[in-house]
């Protein structure tokens, strides 16, 4: 079946720009992660969605960075006036929702490289 | 001090080494415990979860000491596909708020 998409693959914007990163979850996967992974680095948390609601966004750096997912499947990741350190791969995951002491396998879409010049 | 910390690497061993990755995590009330794999400009993916009790699946071995709060990945027999980064990551919130390590590098060579 198909897996977690992203989109673009790759974006590169002028600093001070308005970008938006697409993600599209596995099908029926309630639970959604945005990660940032800089070169050298793990993928540093972001935002966790349950269903439409953000129920952890303690990642996001500052409030240039928003995130949505109006119908609890596809998310955008919004990033406003963007700056040069914002440059890094922006990964989305998906997973079912944790229940009855199982935390499930969090699926990850190939990413989008953001380049800020 | 952060959160997960690991091995620095690189790590360059023979084919059919046994190799092993050391991660620390600094918060005790962490819930849950895994080890991913991530190759070359690609998305991780999970390898294994980390049990109390140990686990093997494979080559590969994993052990919690939630005492010291230390994880290990053992790798046994090692093959040139075994060639990637190994990121530890510890679930602080049950099912959410997932923090990964830096990663260590694993380089196998023929």
């Known amino acids: 079946g198909a897996g977690v998409s992203q989109t673009p693959s790759n974006k590169v914007t002028e600093k001070g720009k308005y970008v938006e990163l697409r993600c599209d979850p596995i099908?029926?996967?309630?639970?959604l992660y945005w990660y940032r992974q800089s070169l050298g680095q793990g993928p540093e948390f972001l935002i966790y969605f349950q269903g439409t609601g953000a129920a952890d966004d303690s990642g996001l750096p500052n409030d240039r960075f928003f995130a949505v997912r109006p119908e609890g499947s596809v998310s955008t990741l919004k990033i406003q006036r963007t700056e040069r350190g914002d440059s890094a791969v922006y990964l989305c995951a998906s997973s079912l929702l944790t229940t009855s002491g199982r935390i499930h396998e969090q699926y990850f879409g190939p990413g989008t490289r953001l380049t800020v010049t | 001090r952060k959160e997960v910390e690991q091995d620095p690497g690189p790590f360059n061993v023979p084919e059919g080494a046994t190799v092993a990755f050391n991660c620390t995590y600094s918060?005790?009330?962490?819930?849950?415990f895994f080890w991913y794999r991530q190759d070359c400009r690609k998305e991780p993916k999970l390898l294994m979860s980390?049990?109390?009790s140990g686990n093997e699946d494979g080559r590969f071995t994993a052990q919690l000491n939630r005492a010291s709060q230390y994880i290990s990945l053992l790798i046994r027999d090692s093959k040139l596909s075994d060639s990637a980064t190994y990121l530890c990551?510890?679930?602080?919130?049950?099912?959410?708020?997932?923090?990964f390590g830096p990663g260590t590098r694993l380089s196998v060579l023929p």
């Open positions: 980390v049990y109390s």
């Open positions: 099908s029926g996967h309630t639970a």
């Open positions: 918060n005790s009330a962490s819930q849950s």
């Open positions: 990551v510890v679930n602080l919130y049950y099912g959410q708020n997932f923090v």
